[in-house]
């Protein structure tokens, strides 16, 4: 199986329904309670120093430099309960991709994240991040590269797509430093 990590969604064709107000109210409970909301204003902010035409970016769990003319998607820094998440992703100027993810509670899960990104046409080998033993899957033919590694109870996923045999890219996947001090707070 082929899991793309990536945040798009296709368009929704669903219709709009009314919810009763008491209904409403469970689920925004419940989405509360099991997480799916989040209170953004208890997340550290995410620092980002450039020097010499690179950005350095501090998240929680790990930090990471890409070319200053690299653009931020995406940024996530949330540190709060078991599964914690620290997400974030670039443009390049030749319109490619790049994805760092990191999910708390995932203990013992990194070989079940490698089988999932593998696919017929990809190739794995081992490699490291930061001096941590890693997985890389390259699909050429897909254009997509991912490296998966873990420590304590954590995993980080970085993907790129669109932008194989950039050497800017193999520069910010050896530039990935890992925070192992890393603690999801409870909520």
Avoid at 12 to 32: D, G, H, N, T, Y
Avoid at 107 to 128: C, D, F, I, Y
Avoid at 144 to 170: C, K, M, P, Q, T
Wanted: proline share 6%.
């Amino acid at each position: 199986m082929h899991a793309k990590v990536s945040n798009t969604r296709p368009p929704s064709r669903a219709v709009p329904m009314k919810i009763p107000s008491s209904a409403a109210l469970l689920l925004s409970m419940s989405l509360v309670q099991f997480g799916g909301c989040h209170d953004h204003s208890q997340d550290p902010p995410i620092r980002a120093t450039t020097v010499s035409g690179k950005t350095t970016y501090e998240l929680a769990s790990f930090s990471v430099t890409v070319p200053e003319t690299w653009v931020t998607v995406t940024k996530i820094n949330r540190t709060r309960g078991p599964l914690s998440e620290q997400r974030i992703e670039f443009e390049t100027p030749d319109r490619g991709h790049f994805t760092l993810r990191s999910y708390g509670g995932q203990r013992g899960s990194l070989n079940k994240w490698a089988a999932e990104m593998k696919s017929p046409t990809s190739t794995v080998k081992g490699t490291t991040i930061d001096a941590l033993p890693a997985t890389e899957v390259v699909d050429r033919q897909a254009g997509s590269r991912i490296v998966i590694v873990g420590w304590d109870d954590r995993v980080l996923v970085l993907h790129a797509h669109g932008i194989e045999g950039n050497s800017a890219l193999d520069s910010a996947v050896r530039s990935v430093r890992i925070h192992r001090e890393t603690k999801a707070v409870p909520q």
